[in-house]
């Protein structure tokens, strides 16, 4: 096949979209596919006639138009097969308040938050508690994000998020074990925990390397397992993704799971959660790259 693979783009995660698309690229052409890579740094609409040459669309981008759905509504205009979620199921999905409202209104426990484009009151606050999470309400990578153990820092986490956003999310810390499960079709696969050196798996924590330890499968019993897996593929669903996606938790100490987010074009380096879930369940990474094309092309 002639593949397009859009990588790098304009958002703040270009970086790790870049680093996906070396190790994607390569397991194309290993794969015996032909592959041009398309950077929309400088405009989706650039790229016109080479994305309407080829067979399907790779999406390794990250973060911005590439997942909010903006990209997904111009590749879908073109009329272009392409990997990945569908532009409504991509913006549902970036936007982290409208998910976790889905999410919970279906039964799925996840932390107390609130939503503002400004510094909330004392009372919203007291309501959260502390510690708090503050984050950019459309960004991935936990770009932007902190931990408020005191009232004095929340200016400055503030102000660090709404330099990635408008909208920002201050939600209620839940101490608990941090696990992601991927899905790909209509199975979840093995539970990756993730032990970050620093309170949260932050952005130091997730590319810095030995900033974090990762367990695969996690040390969670049988039953546990299958509840959690079970859970994410319902979020999966719920939120309409297409192809693949991974689904962050935390699990407390009660065995309670929390929703946190989803993520509808994960890492995809060889040594991105996914992959290493994929590589424990018997698929290296060429096979996790085939069965997301397989995805797409069954879903045409």
Not at 58 to 67: K, S
Not at 205 to 226: L, Q, W
Request: glycine residues 8%; charged residues 25%.
């Amino acid at each position: 096949m002639r593949i397009g693979l859009l990588v790098g783009g304009d958002s703040a995660e270009r970086k790790v979209s870049l680093s996906s698309g070396k190790a994607i690229s390569k397991a194309l052409e290993a794969l015996g596919n032909r592959v041009v890579i398309l950077d929309p740094k400088d405009g989706i609409n650039l790229l016109k006639d080479k994305i309407i040459s080829v067979d399907l669309i790779f999406n390794g981008l990250h973060g911005g138009d590439g997942e909010n759905g903006n990209i997904a509504k111009y590749l879908e205009s073109l009329g272009v097969l392409f990997t990945g979620s569908d532009k409504d199921s991509s913006k549902i999905c970036m936007d982290k308040d409208l998910s976790k409202k889905i999410v919970s209104k279906n039964g799925i426990n996840t932390p107390k938050w609130l939503k503002s484009q400004k510094l909330p009151n004392d009372n919203i606050l007291d309501d959260l508690g502390l510690p708090m999470v503050v984050k950019p309400n459309d960004q991935g990578s936990t770009i932007g994000l902190s931990m408020v153990k005191d009232k004095k820092r929340l200016v400055d986490a503030f102000k660090n998020a709404s330099m990635f956003a408008n909208s920002i999310i201050f939600e209620s810390f839940i101490d608990g074990r941090e696990i992601t499960v991927p899905v790909i079709g209509d199975a979840a696969f093995p539970i990756v925990e993730i032990l970050p050196s620093h309170d949260l798996y932050d952005y130091e924590c997730k590319y810095t390397s030995g900033m974090s330890d990762y367990f695969c499968p996690a040390n969670i019993d049988d039953e546990t397992t299958k509840n959690i897996k079970s859970i994410a593929l319902k979020i999966h669903k719920l939120l309409k993704c297409r192809h693949y996606s991974r689904v962050d938790f935390l699990l407390d100490k009660n065995s309670k799971l929390w929703f946190l987010e989803i993520n509808t074009l994960p890492g995809m380096t060889e040594t991105s959660l996914l992959p290493k879930s994929l590589d424990v369940a018997g698929y290296n990474f060429n096979d996790v790259i085939q069965m997301i094309i397989d995805e797409a092309i069954k879903n045409k």
